[in-house]
């Protein structure tokens, strides 16, 4: 699996996540991720296990979940903006269970890195604490408002219920602020004059 992807006419990166974007459907991108996630999981003594529940080589459901000693943390929780229902979500299937999750934090508010969060807070016994700047909180609301009266009533993820229950759970970090959680250590730095660049979280960990 980690052969060029010749099928490529530029000639992928020869890594795991070339190969994603070959698997059209969801049953076999599924497969996909469950073989990334056993490679990742053989990894043995004090290095963190890297799983990416959806995001690889496509534009969508940004999720990655990161495991190290007896802490998990999710990275982003987006939705796939060209899919609906069920098939824009990240691959949760692949989570053991969300109950053992002890952090999201999510890096900004575009879809595809948080329009999957008031469904994983509010469909799951996910119990952990959710993370994001203030900036994130305030326009992740009004564009997944906006998200929800885009979807089809058969194939909605969440109403606006879910969507206020959501946002009363997530905590904020201020720019230059580092708060320490769980051992944990997060620290948001503004890295450009824009709004949407300036509001990623970096992660360190003791």
């Given amino acids: 699996i980690y052969r060029p992807c010749f099928r490529c006419p530029q000639n992928c990166v020869p890594t795991v996540h070339t190969f994603e974007h070959h698997f ?3 049953t076999d991108k599924f497969a996909l991720y469950q073989i990334i996630g ?3 999981a053989n990894v043995a003594g004090e290095e963190m296990i890297i799983r990416p529940l959806g995001g690889g080589q496509e534009v969508g459901r940004s999720c990655i979940l990161l495991k190290y000693r007896e802490r998990q943390i999710m990275l982003d929780c987006g939705a796939h903006p060209g899919r609906e229902g069920n098939d824009s979500l990240p691959f949760f299937d692949l989570i053991d269970n969300p109950e053992e999750i002890d952090l999201i934090l999510i890096t900004h508010f575009h879809i595809d890195h948080v329009a999957a969060l008031p469904y994983f ?3 799951t016994n996910f119990r952990g604490k959710v993370l994001m ?4 909180k305030a326009v992740m609301k ?12 058969s194939n909605m993820l969440y109403n606006e219920q879910d969507l206020q229950n959501c946002v009363e759970k997530i905590d904020t970090i201020d720019f230059h ?3 320490d959680f769980k051992g944990i250590k997060v620290s948001s730095l503004g890295i450009s004059r824009r709004t949407y660049s300036c ?3 970096f992660l360190t960990t003791n």
Avoid: G, Y
């Fill in 133 to 136: 700047t203030h900036a994130t």
């Fill in 199 to 201: 509001i990623h979280v």
């Fill in 121 to 123: 807070t509010e469909k």
């Fill in 177 to 179: 602020q580092t708060i």
């Fill in 142 to 153: 009004i564009l997944l408002s906006d998200n929800i009266k885009l979807q089809s009533r």
């Fill in 24 to 26: 059209h459907n969801r």
């Fill in 38 to 40: 056993t490679m990742a």
